[in-house]
């Protein structure tokens, strides 16, 4: 292999060098620095005679005697079902004291795209064990479904909640024997405090055998960030397509991963697009997020979760927006609802599960499902707005039948959202809890449930409670 | 993707690789000249031409690519192959058909460098002529006619590029039989063989003789488009909202429902599972108008958001090319493009990766022509060979932040006739299809309004206007409302919101998943709105006779309004309704 001690330039991330063989685009690069440390990068653009190469641990140390080794191939990532239970670095090196990874295989870790054609179409429940989700958002295998946050916010509880609970009802016909849930967590840049919670949390509930973490942590370098979760993937993708593990992937926080390209991009001098995020963030997201998914033939499953905190809260920041395009639904972490104390503090209002119809009624979860969930939201719904009219004109003010939504909505809030981050719901017992909440509603006002389910799941005495008393008063 | 073309010109050889652009040395081609890559063969188009480099913009992912690898040049443009075969088929972005790639790499994963014909050359057609020998027959022409799916006959017609504007040529020689889409099966005495098979460069539009003003509705089954903003066969519309509103489902339920002959749905960046879901369906659904698959009616192209984005720039061209060869043929064509944006996205990185000079938000200053060349190879034309056909093309768009002042869906609004809003709010309620019936506005109204008077009743036009005028009062209302409070209203203004309430939960409302609702004739669309007419006439006749407000709206035969839609039997249904109604409301006073 040739060593070349010519670089020409290094600004940023980036060094430039010059070669006299043909680089390929994408290559992985040593670079070894005067002091004996070895530092990886990936060729980023490759011309004649130059070559722009990225390095994932930062260019401190590197000077133009540096010498730079290209090792002709794509960056790979060795995986063996031996990860579970593995902790390693956002490179993929462990860093748990553990033996060396003995590789079954060393994939590459930019995935191809899955042929459409062969995908399977998503439609097996997953229980989270959170109302908020199974009830009104539901999850299903091989969807990618992020949590919309901000700073400060207990993201990270809820997706440790759903880490811990989820399970796959398994099939009836009892073919499904090897089919095991497996946990991959990749973390880009969080604080090593998030970490450690994160490590507890999985020691605490040995939820760490069944998993894999990657952690890029805050201080470590953010060129990293951006193939860790290609790591975090292509790990992914070998236990569910190969070892036939429904892999349920957290990634945290895309925010860095997102503020790692842009800092590329600036370095690159390349023409910015919105907030100064490359023209390309769409395409690059998509190729992370839509590894996601069921191959048809195989048993298992890649479901992804990716948490990001939005900027300023706002939903329409690039980052947020560009992610809701290509996810299938968002789930949003909502500040005032965590000020009020509510666990999960999950608005479902403006939340969404796109294949969530598919995925939930009779034969997947209950035959009700669909209509007690439209139902909610639009009386949710209804309650929310009237609420900012009672600051203006009081409750006082407003009808006998404003008055219940409100009430409802009082409920859904205490009773249907916050159920702790300790609590693992049934849907059985969220359904439940949803009618009881319905029932609250005269019968008439339920105008999105089949008239067959109110018949049977509809609590009679509940709804009639005021017409009772407003009946034996009269008498 | 286009096979035959295989005389190599002179070889390049890379100089520089950047993502999905590629210079080339040494390349002797023009602009938009297919050409293959790096020793894995990767297909690219030239989009640059300076001195003696090249630049081109490739198809596949360019990981591993190497300087001084070859580049071949095929010499011919970018071009579709169009022959029996096309419906019920699935694509990537340059027509390469999934199913065979999945079976030529043997993986799930889409490999590089592999190509594939974009019509099966081996498959037999029974091809049966409609031109005798010693007919005359101009381009364009029909000479005979292939079943290409139980829904459609193919017509096999003499190539627009075969003869010039206005030549006829004599047929020597026609044969019934079956064959192969390369073979002739018929001869010109100008020496023109006829192949099933024909050829069109995508970025070129099919010639026509004119276009016309479009008069027939593209009936979608959809209350609010076809009650309140039809679009015409022929027509173009698009369909801006942000991220959960309800863009794809609405793109679905036309590509399902809308009376169009054939449908082309162009996936251009958008998810894995939802192209899936329409391979998943539409063999199993019915085509509402023959009873046949959907799919017989069908061409899918997908390029997914994680394909590579330059087959994502070339996809929407793929198919409204593929659309305009069915028009020829006299069909109405129906093409869904799901998303605009993703597409101009496409343009955009490409770019800026040429270093071109940016125009608004980084989008490169020739968005507004592509976007205008694009919806204008739309419409409803007279054809070369007489025939008339149609292309709707119908747009989502996908602004970033739900902001429709961003220029993809500002270039849009300049071209399209209809603009279908979808609304964040809407969709937050779970009100579906969540288009805003105070945005949204369809310029074909007047001159499609004869029709439906014709086919459905003649006071179509004026039951529209009368829901559009209780919708606008509302919407004015509703500001006091945010105000004072509902009760703080007069009582017939209190009844004014009620019967809108009706509007907006029974007609504009429609579930898409549910089997009877998903799809609504124009016939059941004008029934409803007559139905809540009804409530309306007789609830104000009811106020007017002095019955209090409360025990208007207490009525238990009104609330069954927002069940009409989901009746099979609706004709009967809503008669009974309305005199229950009638009745109920006289009862009162």
């Known amino acids: 292999m040739k060593e070349y001690q010519t670089i020409t330039e290094i600004s940023g991330p980036l060094v430039f060098a010059e070669v006299d063989e043909a680089i390929g685009y994408d290559e992985i690069v040593e670079i070894e620095t005067a002091q004996g440390e070895t530092l990886r990068g990936q060729v980023l653009e490759s011309s004649d005679g130059v070559v722009a190469i990225q390095v994932f641990e930062g260019t401190s140390g590197i000077d133009q005697h540096a010498s730079v080794r290209f090792l002709g191939e794509t960056m790979k990532m060795p995986v063996t079902e031996d990860l579970l239970g593995r902790v390693l670095d956002g490179s993929g090196r462990p860093i748990d004291g553990g033996p060396d990874i003995v590789p079954e295989e060393r994939q590459d870790i930019v995935g191809a795209a899955i042929n459409p054609y062969s995908r399977e179409y998503p439609e097996e429940f997953i229980e989270t064990g959170v109302s908020a989700i199974d009830g009104m958002n539901t999850l299903v295998r091989g969807q990618k479904l992020p949590i919309f946050s901000s700073s400060g916010q207990p993201h990270s509880e809820l997706a440790m909640q759903i880490a811990r609970q989820a399970s796959v009802p398994e099939e009836e016909d009892g073919e499904g024997e090897g089919s095991e849930f497996a946990v991959i967590f990749g973390a880009m840049g969080i604080t090593a405090e998030e970490a450690n919670e994160f490590m507890e949390d999985f020691e605490r509930t040995g939820a760490l055998e069944r998993s894999v973490v990657f952690m890029n942590l805050a201080d470590d370098p953010a060129v990293e960030r951006t193939v860790t979760p290609r790591m975090v993937l292509t790990t992914a993708e070998y236990l569910a397509f190969e070892k036939d593990y429904h892999v349920l992937v957290i990634l945290t926080d895309m925010t860095n991963y997102c503020e790692a390209l842009r800092e590329i991009g600036a370095a690159r001098e390349e023409v910015p697009g919105r907030r100064g995020y490359p023209g390309y963030m769409y395409t690059d997201l998509a190729q992370l997020y839509e590894r996601a998914g069921r191959i048809q033939g195989r048993e298992g499953s890649v479901t992804q979760i990716p948490i990001l905190t939005m900027p300023g809260d706002d939903d329409t920041h690039p980052i947020p927006d560009l992610t809701g395009y290509i996810t299938e639904g968002q789930i949003y972490v909502d500040p005032d609802l965590n000020s009020q104390g509510l666990q999960p503090p999950v608005n479902v209002l403006p939340s969404l599960s796109r294949l969530m119809d598919d995925g939930i009624g009779e034969g997947l979860t209950r035959e009700d499902h669909a209509d007690v969930s439209d139902q909610m939201y639009a009386a949710y719904a209804e309650g929310e707005d009237l609420r900012d009219l009672v600051n203006i004109v009081g409750r006082e003010a407003l009808s006998e039948r404003d008055n219940k939504y409100l009430d409802f909505a009082d409920r859904f809030e205490a009773e249907f959202i916050d159920q702790g981050f300790e609590t693992n719901r049934a849907l059985e017992e969220t359904l439940d809890i949803g009618w009881e909440l319905l029932s609250m509603l005269p019968k008439e006002e339920l105008n999105r449930v089949d008239e067959e389910f109110i018949e049977t799941y509809y609590h009679e005495d509940a709804s009639d409670a005021d017409n009772t008393e407003a009946e034996a008063t009269a008498d | ?589």
Request: net charge negative; aromatic share 8%.
């Open chain 2, 1 to 589: 993707m286009s096979q035959t073309a295989q005389s190599v010109r002179e070889d390049g050889v890379i100089a520089s690789v950047s993502g999905p652009v590629v210079v080339a040395r040494d390349l002797d081609a023009r602009m938009n000249d297919v050409v293959y890559v790096g020793d894995e063969g990767l297909m690219g188009e030239v989009i640059e031409i300076e001195g003696d480099t090249t630049t081109i913009q490739v198809y596949e992912e360019t990981s591993g690519i190497a300087p001084g690898e070859p580049v071949e040049n095929t010499g011919e443009p970018l071009s579709v192959d169009l022959g029996p075969g096309l419906l019920d088929t699935i694509y990537d972005g340059v027509q390469r058909p999934l199913d065979v790639l999945e079976d030529k790499m043997g993986s799930p994963y889409l490999d590089r460098g592999v190509d594939a014909p974009g019509i099966e050359l081996d498959t037999e057609w029974e091809f049966e002529p409609t031109v005798e020998e010693g007919d005359e027959v101009g381009r364009g022409d029909e000479v005979g006619i292939v079943e290409e799916t139980v829904t459609i006959d193919h017509k096999v017609m003499v190539p627009p590029d075969a003869l010039d504007e206005g030549e006829t040529a004599e047929i020597v020689s026609v044969e019934s039989g079956s064959f192969t889409v390369e073979e002739t099966v018929a001869e010109l005495d100008n020496g023109v063989e006829i192949q099933m098979r024909q050829e069109w460069p995508v970025r070129e539009a099919r010639p026509t003789v004119e276009k016309k003003t479009p008069r027939t509705p593209l009936v979608s089954g959809q209350r609010i488009l076809d009650g309140l903003f039809p679009i015409a066969k022929g027509g173009t519309a698009a369909i801006p909202g942000p991220f959960g509103s309800g863009k794809t489902v609405t793109q679905h339920q036309l590509a399902k429902y809308a009376d169009a002959d054939i449908i082309i749905y162009v996936g251009c960046g958008e998810r894995g599972n939802e192209m899936t879901e329409v391979i998943d369906d539409f063999p199993e659904l019915e085509d509402p108008s023959t009873g046949n698959p959907l799919m017989a009616r069908t061409s899918l192209i997908a390029n997914t958001s994680n394909m590579p984005v330059a087959a994502r720039e070339s996809c929407v061209y793929t198919g409204i090319t593929i659309a305009e060869f069915y028009r020829d043929m006299g069909y109405d064509v129906a093409l869904m493009a799901d998303s605009t944006s993703r597409w101009a996205e496409a343009m955009r990185e490409i770019s800026s990766r040429l270093e071109e000079m940016p125009g608004e938000e980084g989008y490169p200053a020739y968005l507004a022509a592509r976007l205008s060349q694009f919806y204008e190879r739309a419409g409803y034309f007279e054809n070369v060979n007489g025939t008339e056909g149609s292309v709707s093309a119908i747009g989502a768009v996908s602004p970033p932040g739900g902001d429709f002042s961003e220029p993809v869906t500002q270039n849009t609004l300049r071209i399209v006739k209809t603009f279908w809003a979808l609304d964040a709010d809407l969709a937050e309620r779970r009100h579906f299809p969540s288009i805003n019936w105070n945005e949204s506005y369809s310029l074909y109204k007047d001159q499609l309004d004869p029709w439906f008077e014709s086919e459905v009743s003649d006071d179509w036009a004026e039951k529209r206007q009368w829901a559009v005028d209780i919708l606008d009062e509302e919407a004015e209302l509703q500001e006091i409302v945010q105000l004072v409070g509902k009760d703080a209203l007069p009582e017939d203004q209190q009844l004014t919101l009620e019967v809108a309430r009706y509007l907006r939960e029974a007609y504009l409302q429609q579930n898409a998943f549910h089997p009877v609702d998903t799809y609504c004739p124009p016939e059941k669309t004008y029934l409803m709105l007559t139905t809540i007419e009804t409530f309306h006439d007789e609830a104000f006749d009811a106020l007017e006779a002095g019955v209090p407000i409360e025990e208007i709206v207490d009525t238990d035969s009104a609330p069954q309004i927002n069940r009409i839609g989901v009746q099979e039997d609706y004709v009967e249904y809503v008669d009974e309704l309305k005199s229950e109604i009638t009745e109920e409301l006289r009862s009162l006073y």
